[in-house]
């Protein structure tokens, strides 16, 4: 086995090494600066066609998309059973919550992040950015009642669905979108901050 993961910092690309880090498996770090220079050179354009992060290569295996790469690592090298069994009683729930992160969460995430750190300030568009800020208050809302009664996301135990949407609302929180009524969210990020293996991803 040799795992590649092409890597932004600041980026989905950090879900995907948390897993790798959270499964202590080995693997080769490829940092990407995030400029046009590095991602949408000739070279990494032959492993993303859009010039993306993050990318897993698995030996002659190239996969991209943050929650594709998450499912095929669970899939393969899950040693921590993170995805319960399809008969379990929380496979439903891991089922809506993972793709709640993609679905609900970021889509007005990635408004914000467009109106307040990538357009020009003369471009930028205060009441798309309000309504985006208002939909994705709104989005983590149900996550901070969830977590009333669980230690991760979905259950006591660290799942897949962490990867994914206990990360966007890491991102959540650093676009200051996390008020401070939602005591459970903000609870759970001071949990999974202490945890070595999201330090690592967050940090490199």
């Not at 090298?77 to 399809?86: S, T």
């Not at 020009?120 to 901070?144: C, G, M, T, Y």
Request: glycine share 2%; charged share 25%; net charge neutral.
């Amino acid at each position: 086995m040799m795992l590649t993961l092409h890597f932004c910092s600041n980026s989905r690309a950090q879900r995907v090494l948390w897993l790798l880090e959270e499964l202590k498996l080995s693997y080769k770090l490829n940092k990407i600066k995030f400029h046009p220079s590095e991602l949408k050179s000739e070279e990494h354009r032959k492993r993303h066609p859009l010039g993306r992060v993050p990318v897993l290569e698995d030996n002659d295996v190239t996969i991209y998309e943050s929650g594709a790469i998450i499912e095929y690592i669970i899939a393969k090298y899950d040693n921590r059973g993170l995805k319960p069994d399809v008969e379990d009683k929380l496979f439903p729930d891991y089922l809506q919550w993972y793709h709640y992160c993609e679905g609900m969460v970021m889509p007005p995430m990635n408004t914000i992040v467009v109106h307040t750190l990538i357009l020009p300030p003369d471009r930028r568009d205060p009441e798309v950015l309000r309504q985006a800020q208002n939909l994705l208050a709104k989005s983590i809302r149900p996550v901070d009642s969830i977590l009333e009664k669980n230690k991760f996301l979905i259950r006591d135990e660290i799942s897949g669905v962490d990867f994914m949407l206990g990360h966007a609302l890491f991102m959540a929180f650093n676009l200051k979108c996390v008020s401070e009524e939602m005591e459970n969210i903000l609870r759970y990020l001071d949990f999974i901050k202490s945890l070595e293996s999201f330090q690592k991803a967050i940090n490199s």
